[in-house]
């Protein structure tokens, strides 16, 4: 059963880190597109970052860039978002996702998700 499991998320404050962490079973991360996406209270859905199912290219929101990783370990089927400069605004809860399509990162569509995890950035 293909399933992901983030972790990481926690309280930080303003200017902090945290390295969130999205962990693949079932399947082999390999070739697949890794999108990290938030959500934010009363908020839409919004995409943090897209890695190729080649790994060949991230893509980051503007809101991150410069501030915000993503990696991927093949040898762990894990994947991460490292998060650094951290601002209140970053508040939501933060979501892994992967498709084996090349082009899930170009239409921003993925089949498999995991369940979630939270981030506070407060003082």
């Known amino acids: 059963q293909l399933q992901l499991v983030e972790s990481g998320g926690g309280l930080v404050q303003p200017g902090g880190s945290l390295r969130l962490s999205c962990a693949a079973s079932?399947?082999?991360?390999?070739?697949?597109?890794i999108g990290w996406f938030r959500q934010a209270p009363g908020k839409e859905r919004e995409g943090v970052s897209c890695?190729?199912?080649?790994?060949?290219?991230?893509n980051y929101a503007d809101s991150v860039k410069g501030r915000f990783t993503s990696s991927r370990d093949n040898a762990k089927n894990t994947v991460y978002l490292q998060m650094n400069s951290l601002k209140p605004e970053d508040t939501a809860v933060y979501y892994c996702?992967?498709?084996?399509?090349?082009?899930?990162?170009?239409?921003?569509?993925?089949?498999?998700w995991g369940q979630g995890t939270q981030v506070t950035v407060s003082s």
């Open positions: 996702a992967a498709d084996p399509r090349r082009i899930a990162c170009l239409i921003n569509d993925f089949g498999s």
């Open positions: 079932g399947f082999t991360l390999d070739y697949y597109a």
């Open positions: 890695i190729s199912s080649s790994g060949g290219s991230i």
